[in-house]
């Protein structure tokens, strides 16, 4: 570390640094390009602090795992790409119904299938949203830089304490592999939020009672406290039933204490914007090339600009909607054959036209491609 504290630092190894940070103190994973570093330094890293890694069998496994620690008490991650991040579906839907929080990195490789390991994509976007069945919560956020990296990796342990659910930590090659100054922050300077515990005896304690936030109080396992945890549609003390209204009023709280609760965690960032015509929707590695694009028609009097979502899901409609009031286009830029565009045109084609930008040949989305793309260097 220099002597302004800074220190060069990879995009993987920003994201254990902010895991720790956040109280992460058990990791389960296998190893898979492009996310292997975030395994092999948490590996190093939190015997140290008192923590536990663990390299499991497969994906399958490794979000098992974590689940049960997260139900022992302890911040849990797993990280993983593509081909790993759908064997862990069924699990992540698990985690959602039984309300466990953890934390799941996927940094995302070209596709399908094994398709390209070394390789950056935006593939997962809707399977970030949908890749477990039924409805069920889904917080994704994807950071576009080291920094980012870090301090959103903080956010998404404190979102899935708060929420009790599992929270997607977004990446893409391009920021997992890329390396650039981060500046490490004090202890003090970050906000750490931890699960609502029980204050009731062990006998009074109803494991799936909501208070009024619609969060029930998680006590851990080796407490005191015991309950019954099943992934069956289950009543208030966490037994399953096949009644009706206890069902759906189930389902429809998990999603609610996430959708009702939006500008809790509505992160975004616009850049010139304030008379943009034309406006570059874009996330995550991509749209560090969109912010230069801008700037590049900025010099051709294209009036452009960005507006770059960093909470991918829930969809930030109030934001999105906003921008489509003063655009005469949009673009959005994204490494897949279109997939955030879809939620993009059905808030915004009311407003102005939306139209796509797409790659899927394992390369970044140039800044020349986006000006090309939208008419400029005519």
Not at 126 to 154: C, R
Not at 200 to 224: N, S
Not at 294 to 316: E, H, M
Request: proline residues 6%.
């Amino acid at each position: 570390m220099n002597k302004e504290g800074y220190k060069l630092v990879q995009g993987n190894e920003a994201c254990v640094e902010g895991a720790l940070a956040a109280g992460m103190r058990f990791f389960a994973g296998y190893p898979i390009t492009p996310s292997t570093e975030i395994a092999e330094i948490s590996a190093e890293k939190l015997p140290a602090l008192g923590g536990r890694f663990i390299q499991m069998e497969d994906e399958l496994a490794s979000m098992a795992a974590i689940i049960g620690g997260s139900l022992a008490g302890k911040k849990t991650m797993t990280a993983t790409s593509g081909p790993g991040f759908s064997l862990m579906q069924e699990n992540i839907g698990y985690a959602a119904i039984t309300e466990i929080p953890c934390v799941v990195v996927n940094v995302q490789r070209g596709g399908p299938s094994t398709g390209l390991p070394t390789s950056p994509a935006q593939g997962e976007v809707m399977q970030a949203k949908w890749g477990t069945h039924g409805d069920h919560p889904a917080i994704a956020l994807t950071p576009n830089s080291v920094q980012e990296t870090f301090e959103y990796t903080v956010k998404a342990f404190n979102l899935a304490e708060k929420y009790r659910t599992p929270v997607i930590f977004l990446m893409d090659e391009t920021v997992g592999h890329m390396r650039e100054k981060m500046a490490f922050k004090d202890a003090s300077e970050i906000e750490i939020i931890d699960r609502k515990k029980p204050t009731c005896k062990p006998e009074d304690y109803v494991a799936y009672r909501p208070d009024e936030d619609m969060i029930p109080p998680m006590a851990p396992f080796g407490e005191g406290y015991r309950y019954h945890v099943s992934g069956l549609t289950h009543d208030e003390t966490g037994f399953p039933t096949n009644n009706n209204e206890i069902s759906e009023k189930l389902v429809r709280r998990l999603v609610d204490k996430v959708d009702k609760n939006i500008d809790d965690f509505s992160y975004y960032e616009e850049y010139k914007l304030e008379d943009a015509e034309i406006v570059i929707i874009a996330y995550g590695g991509v749209s560090r090339s969109a912010k230069s694009a801008v700037d590049d028609l900025r010099k051709q009097n294209i009036k452009a600009g960005l507006f770059r979502p960093i909470t991918i899901w829930p969809f930030l409609e109030k934001q999105v909607n906003k921008v489509s009031l003063n655009a005469k286009e949009i673009y959005v830029a994204e490494m897949n054959l279109g997939q955030y565009v879809l939620e993009v045109e059905r808030i915004a084609c009311k407003n102005c036209t939306v139209k796509s930008i797409n790659k899927v040949n394992g390369e970044l989305i140039t800044p020349e491609e986006i000006v090309k793309a939208i008419g400029g260097n005519k």
